[in-house]
């Protein structure tokens, strides 16, 4: 894989939605998301994502926390991948979904300037197929909390 691929870096989720068959869009994950998408040049990607208020615990005991985090708000899986035109495969090793572990997770993407989108092929959700569509940013450099 050549480093100057344009997907590899670090980029921060600014949206994620699915559309239903019958066109109607969702939010998953709600509308207020943190998460990042890593690809390298060795391979390997990593993607991690939530609700941005995820199990919010003011005092940050981690038995209220335990408590507090809902299942269906988290969302990371890690592994190899491989590019080959618009597509890439995630193939995924370690995911938080079990049924994705072991699974190849195909995506069609689009970079414009620093933005990133990701559409997924059908997921299987209930009765439906919906497609979904993630966008993200580019993020050159760490900037920490102060």
């Known amino acids: 894989m050549s480093a100057a691929h344009p997907l590899i870096g670090s980029w921060r989720l600014d949206a994620f939605e ?3 068959t ?3 869009i969702s939010h998953p994950y709600g509308e207020d998301l943190a998460g990042y998408l890593f690809y390298n040049a060795d391979g ?10 995820r199990g919010e615990v003011p005092d940050g005991e981690l038995g209220a926390a335990a ?3 809902s299942y269906d708000q988290f969302m990371a899986y890690t592994g190899p991948y491989e590019i080959n035109g618009d597509r890439i495969r995630h193939f995924v090793e370690v995911s938080s979904l079990e049924v994705w ?3 190849i997770q195909e995506r069609w993407f689009k970079i414009s300037g620093d933005r990133l989108e990701l559409l997924t092929a059908a ?3 209930g009765n439906d ?5 993630l966008a993200w940013t580019r993020v050159e450099r760490a900037v920490f909390p102060r």
Do not use: E, K
Not at 44 to 53: G, I, V
């Open 18 to 20: 699915l559309q239903a």
């Open 22 to 24: 019958d066109g109607t």
């Open 44 to 53: 390997f990607m990593s993607a991690a994502f939530m609700n941005a208020h």
């Open 67 to 69: 408590q507090a985090s």
């Open 101 to 103: 572990t072991g699974t």
């Open 123 to 125: 997921l299987s959700v």
């Open 129 to 133: 197929a919906p497609v979904g569509r």
